[in-house]
């Protein structure tokens, strides 16, 4: 009976915890930059300035992320290589 019990604790204990640990989006975070029409309030010229400027840095921090991303793999593939023919040349690879 105890042990029921214990392990009913557990789960709601782990449900509690996994539902305050679960990342809560933050009221004005957005991934998509946003739209401007004619029914939202008004924003200034500065304002949609550095909006579209922060929309451009964002698509060359993608871009470069990108770019570290097929040199990390390529990089891995060269090391994956050196392990085999060390492999083969009989000095383990390791």
Do not use: H, Y
């Not at 539902?19 to 004619?38: D, E, H, M």
């Not at 840095?57 to 770019?67: D, R, S, T, W």
């Amino acid at each position: 009976m105890k042990t029921n019990s214990l392990s009913l604790l557990a789960v709601a204990g782990g449900t509690v915890l996994f539902c305050l640990a679960a990342p809560q989006p933050i009221s004005g975070q957005n991934a998509s930059t946003p739209k401007i029409s004619a029914e939202t309030e008004e924003i200034s010229p500065q304002m949609a300035a550095l909006i579209q400027e922060l929309a451009a840095q964002n698509k060359q921090l993608a871009a470069n992320q990108a770019a570290m991303e097929a040199k990390v793999d390529e990089i891995a593939e060269s090391v994956r290589q050196s392990r085999l023919f060390a492999a083969r040349a009989g000095r383990g690879g390791k």
